[in-house]
């Protein structure tokens, strides 16, 4: 099945939510191009290759692996570190594995409290007893494993070494298309750069022109709470639209649907972490003096760390919320 | 000394840890934090000295740099608002562009404050590595040179502001001095004579005030004060306002008829310049010698402009000199400036604070400066020293140290007040043969030719005596003290409790800063002490420059100062914006914001935040522009850069991350 | 103001990371310094032209760097050189200890004040104050929390031999 004289493409998913493989899917026609030009040997979501078809191939004989999705379980890192061997090329897919992504807000809490959250704890759920995933069990004298679940969610460069980042929630078909062509061409940047222009979204902003040179303003505004007008940028009406912090690459996409950019593709190459970044930007852009109309207006946002690190929180400087009792301690 | 040779490749710092004698080697283990900067990466040369700043040390420099081909220079020795300059000098003599330049306090940040020889050496080897680490990325920069106005704006036309403009002006450059009174002169016009020599004041006085009147260098506005100042240094745009004084100055020739002829055929105004002690009408001359000799209309008590009824007499007087003009409104004129110098003086502490003396209590109390008035032959009383009611006082007592030396009012020391009080203490006695008592705490007399004034006063028969005064009060408790005032006191040489009774006593209160000199400081952007004395960018080094390049200080607006400390400062501030101007042109600093441009989005978030609108929006290409020639680098805008499209020379994000990463290698060692 | 002894050997001393504007608390920490106030050793005072210059990011990154507390020092309202660098600092702040809040750092160790070029003692006292009020805190010292939060995950891997070769002849 495998064609030795095409370069062999492996696509794999971690903690995600199947929308980068629905990118993928999106490339439509264009993905007749691709499996033209290229052998996918391995995409669980699609094909029916089994890790151990991976396993017996010989280091780096895959030209690209893309992995999408944040490592959460010790499976995604065993399988980090295969597709690391085995691919020449491994590619980051999409934000979670860019940055860690929406799962990636789950180091807000501890793996205890994630658990018992979604397992226990929330109302959907019927558990009287309480029960927990263990990662071992013995039922009827056989013994059954499950992946450990972690502590914290890791993006794919906390585990293993990464080539290139295709950013995104989820990536862009052009974009993909664009990295697939650079990789087959060999016409690539430096080694772990960012597969999108390394400029913020503004840059490609139909509203752009309608942003007044001197923009302070007085409180901020979530979607639900105006009318947009679709002409002006969303800023100016008061919506926290990150664009002038977030990495272009997806022409403006939410915008034009009249939602504000929430910084899926992250921050620009010179940003080192772009909450901090945010509260800089953020922080600057409205007009208050005393501590009470400061706090008046920053009240105006509910939930800072979910609104400017809500794809990047394990990417971030700090990576998780620190907790007197983690583990920490007991490591040191 | 120690050297170390860093291998081959890469960036050759050369690292120069200052002994500064014992200042930081007496705590900061320098040999060790030497051995330790040779280690560090990229450090080609390290090398301790016991005096960096002297020119040994900094040829040290210089010939390191050609010997061992260094490329970046580190010096660790006192603060950079100190020496700076001296080592970007050194590193420029030594054939490297100056900003390949990084410095180290390990003297005010490290040994000054530290007590532990081990934690402050080891604080100073984290200071090291962090400018090592810095001073690495650091980029070749050139200083920009703005060009400098030959003009300068003196505020304040006291005697500092006087002495400062006519210097000035006498070195060919224009002057505008700006004076919030109707007249120059300050409170040196309201003395009679100075301590020590007991010169006739107005008589040294005077013909300066004319002078400026008179010097075509000088633009002299009184009555006027500035409202708004902008630019930097050389480049100063100033707004002053000009109150009305409803008298056209180009037509007032000063023959002072209109005064007479007011229809108040009896002055009824409490006179500001005399404090009260005398009457002015709506339409005044401060003095007979004030400069100009333009009189002024109060509106406030003119009837022409309280019921504009008024036969206007004054106007018939002036006649067809028509200078009268009560139409006049507030000007505001713009100017351009290359320096200010800032001579905005002081106010005296205001006696009523004090409860117990009882000034604005008895009548016969008075301060100081009502006393001055009171000996001086232009004054209220044409030089006679008496009481409210006329009489002559037999008994007199001066309080020394009124606000001053008191931790309920100020702290500090007034510097003139002792001697001011001694050449009271003289005059009432020579006028009025009275027992004159002084009441002091300690009787500073740190000038030329003082200790010998108040040795010749004491032999005059003026009585001393040592202790602070608790009370003032008219409650007799002998016979004596009827109808007198008492003074109690704890007379700290007898060893007891005196009570002193007197008819007249004169309080000597302390010098304050001007009650808006918060203001002014703002309006000028320079800073205050705690007191609330401009502040001098350093207090022996440059005691009449501020922070703010371009702006001086003279006279006591910096700090309580007799006359000749005044003028002598006003001489140097005169000589510091000389030479400013002589030299054509200042260098400021690189430390601009700059635009990475193909990187900026355009997003204009850095657009409102500049304070001196030195970022424009580029429509054409849909940018910001960052105009650096009025950019200060504040650095606002690079902090706010969504993208991280706006860096700061020398302080850049590499440098800063570098400098975070170099001071915490010791905190994450020890983890 | 006692300077406490304290030792950073065993690594239990806290580090204040500083940045201090220059023209005042920076010209005021210089003043601490010319009258020898005394303040505990654990802080690092880094120079920026204004308060307005501390991108948030830097605070992060100190904490990031093993930093116990981050201190930031700047001219009085009104009084900033660059007429209101200060208030931006203080709004950027704000927010920021919001987030900082959120992600488990205690308010106390992020401290904004205003200190003006004559306030030496000021320098000093705030110094103390902190240093004592992060000491109660504990250490944060998050590069050893990330080896123990790292301690779960298997060795990073790097690039395998067949990766290296397949690479090498591109010149990468």
Not at chain 1, 151 to 165: A, F, I, P, S
Not at chain 2, 61 to 79: F, G, M, N, P, T
Not at chain 2, 501 to 523: K, T
Request: proline residues 6%; charged residues 20%; hydrophobic residues 40%.
């Amino acid at each position: 099945m495998s064609n030795p004289t095409k370069p062999q493409v492996a696509f794999y998913w971690c903690a995600s939510c199947g929308g980068c493989e629905e990118a993928v899917v999106d490339l439509a026609d264009g993905v007749l191009a691709v499996v033209d030009a290229v052998d996918i040997v391995f995409w669980p979501v699609a094909l029916d290759f089994k890790r151990s078809d991976v396993e017996a191939r010989p280091d780096g004989s895959i030209a690209v692996a893309f992995v999408n999705g944040a490592i959460r379980t010790s499976e995604q890192e065993e399988m980090a570190h295969m597709l690391r061997r085995k691919a020449q090329f491994l590619i980051a897919f999409g934000a979670c594995s860019h940055l860690g992504g929406i799962p990636g807000l789950a180091n807000l809490w501890d793996r205890e409290s994630v658990l018992r959250g979604s397992y226990s704890e929330a109302p959907s759920v019927v558990n009287p007893e309480g029960t927990l995933p263990q990662e071992s069990w013995q039922e009827d004298g056989r013994r059954v494993t499950l992946p450990a679940f972690r502590d914290t969610v890791r993006t794919l460069d906390q585990v293993v070494e990464v080539d290139y980042y295709i950013p995104g929630c989820p990536p862009t078909p052009k974009l993909l298309m664009d990295a697939v062509q650079a990789i087959l061409s060999g016409a690539l940047p430096p080694r772990g750069s960012v597969l999108a222009p390394d400029i913020a979204l503004c840059d490609q902003c139909h509203l752009k022109a309608t942003k007044p040179d001197r923009l302070l303003l007085a409180s901020f505004k979530r979607p639900h709470q105006v009318l947009i007008d679709p002409e002006t940028c969303l800023l100016s009406q008061g919506l926290l639209c990150l664009g002038p912090a977030t990495r272009a690459g997806c022409e403006a996409l939410c915008p034009h649907g009249n939602m504000p950019c929430t910084g899926c593709f992250g921050p620009t190459s010179r940003v080192h972490d772009v909450g901090a970044k945010l509260v800089s930007a953020v922080g600057s852009a409205f007009d208050a003096s005393s501590p009470d109309a400061i706090e008046a207006v920053l009240s105006t946002i509910p939930d800072p760390v979910g609104t400017f690190y809500r794809y990047s929180l394990p990417a971030s400087r700090l990576r998780r919320k620190v907790s007197q009792a983690a583990p920490a301690e007991a490591a040191q | 000394m120690r050297e170390a040779l860093s291998k081959n490749g890469g960036p050759r710092v050369g690292v120069y840890i200052c002994h500064c004698g014992k200042n930081i080697a007496g705590l900061v283990d320098v040999q060790r934090l030497t051995e330790y900067a040779a280690t560090l990466p990229g450090v080609a040369v390290a090398r301790d000295y016991k005096y960096m700043c002297s020119d040994p040390g900094q040829v040290l420099i210089q010939k390191d740099i050609a010997e061992h081909k260094l490329d970046r220079i580190v010096v660790a020795a006192c603060s950079p608002l100190l020496h700076e300059r001296t080592f970007r000098s050194a590193t420029e003599a030594g054939g490297l562009n100056p900003f390949y330049f990084q410095m180290v306090s390990i003297r005010e940040h490290a040994s000054w404050v530290h007590t532990d020889k081990e934690e402050a050496t080891r604080k100073a080897q984290d200071l090291v590595r962090a400018a090592v680490q810095r001073v690495i990325y650091h980029e070749s920069l050139e200083r920009r040179r703005v060009p400098i106005n030959p003009a300068v704006l003196v505020v304040g036309g006291g005697i500092a502001g006087i002495h400062a403009a006519l210097t000035i002006a006498n070195g060919g450059k224009h002057v505008y001095l700006v004076e919030r009174e109707p007249t120059i002169g300050g409170h040196m016009a309201k003395f009679d004579k100075t301590f020590p020599t007991l010169d006739c004041a107005a008589c040294i006085l005077t013909p300066k005030m004319t002078a400026v009147r008179a010097h075509p260098n000088i633009t002299l506005w009184t009555y006027s004060e500035v409202s708004q100042v902008e630019g930097y240094v050389g480049n100063y745009k100033v707004k002053v306002k000009r109150r009305p004084r409803y008298i056209n100055e180009e037509l007032c020739l000063g023959c002072l008829e209109c005064i007479p002829a007011c229809i108040y055929k009896e002055a009824k105004h409490p006179d500001e310049f005399n404090l009260g002690l005398s009457k002015r009408r709506p339409i005044y001359i401060p003095f007979p010698q004030a400069v100009p000799q333009v009189v002024v209309i109060d509106p406030e008590t003119c009837i022409e402009f309280k019921s504009g009824k008024c036969k206007k007499t004054c106007v018939e007087a002036c006649g067809e000199r028509n200078a009268i003009d009560f139409r006049q409104t507030e000007r505001t004129e713009e100017i351009e400036v290359g320096a200010i110098v800032l001579a905005t003086g002081f106010k005296t502490f205001d006696a009523g604070r004090v409860p117990y003396y009882g000034y604005g209590v008895y009548p016969n109390v008075y301060s100081a400066l009502e006393i001055e008035r009171l000996v001086n032959a232009s004054g209220p009383t044409g030089g006679e020293v008496v009481l409210r009611d006329g009489r002559k006082p037999e008994r007199v007592g001066i309080i020394h140290c009124v606000g001053s030396r008191d931790e309920n009012y100020n702290v500090y020391c007034s510097r003139v007040c002792c001697m001011y009080s001694i050449k009271l203490a003289h005059l009432i006695k020579e006028r009025t043969e009275a027992e004159v008592y002084n009441f002091y705490i300690d009787i500073r007399t740190p000038g030329k030719g003082f200790e010998e004034f108040y040795t010749k006063t004491l032999a005059e028969g003026v009585h001393f005596v040592r202790g602070k005064v608790g009370q003032v009060s008219d409650w007799a408790t002998a016979p004596e003290e009827q109808g007198k005032l008492v003074i109690q006191v704890e007379d700290t040489l007898a060893g007891m409790i005196r009570r002193i009774p007197v008819d007249m006593v004169v309080l000597s209160p302390g010098l304050d800063p001007q009650p808006d000199a918060q203001e002014v400081r703002r309006l000028f952007n320079i800073s205050c002490s705690n007191e609330g004395w401009f502040l001098e960018r350093h207090p022996k080094l440059a005691p009449v420059n501020t922070f703010t390049d371009g702006i001086f200080l003279a006279g006591a607006c910096q700090g309580p100062k007799d006359i000749p400390d005044s003028v002598a400062q006003a001489g140097a501030a005169a000589a510091e914006s000389l030479a400013l101007i002589d030299a054509g042109y200042f260098e400021l600093e690189p430390t601009t914001a700059y635009l990475l441009a193909e990187e900026c989005s355009g997003c204009k978030t850095c657009i409102p935040l500049c304070p001196y609108n030195a970022i424009a929006f580029d429509a054409e290409i849909a940018k910001a522009a960052i105009n650096e020639a009025l950019c200060k680098g504040c650095g606002v805008c690079v902090a706010a850069c969504p993208s991280g499209s706006i860096q700061q020379h020398l302080f850049d994000d590499r440098q800063i991350y570098a400098e975070i990463l170099g001071v915490l290698a010791g905190a994450t060692a020890a983890s | 103001m006692e300077e406490q002894r304290v030792g950073t050997v065993n690594g239990q001393e806290p580090t204040i990371v500083a940045f201090f504007c220059t023209w005042c608390t920076y010209t005021a920490a210089d003043l601490a310094g010319t009258s020898r106030m005394k303040y505990p050793p654990n802080v690092r005072i880094i120079r920026v032209m204004c308060s307005g210059r501390v991108d948030p990011q830097f605070v992060v990154e100190a904490f990031a760097q093993g930093a116990d507390g981050v201190l930031i020092g700047g001219c009085h309202p009104g009084d900033c050189h660059y007429v209101e660098g200060n208030y931006k600092a203080l709004r950027r702040i704000a927010l920021l200890k919001r987030v900082l809040r959120t992600m488990g750092i205690e308010d106390e160790r992020l401290r904004l004040e205003w200190i003006s070029a004559s306030e030496g003692d000021k320098v000093a006292r705030v110094i103390s104050e902190m240093v004592g009020a992060v000491r109660r805190l504990g250490r944060l010292d998050l590069p050893a929390k990330r080896r123990g939060w790292d301690a779960e995950v298997l060795p990073h891997g790097g690039p395998t031999e067949a990766l290296a070769a397949a690479a090498a002849p591109d010149g990468r």
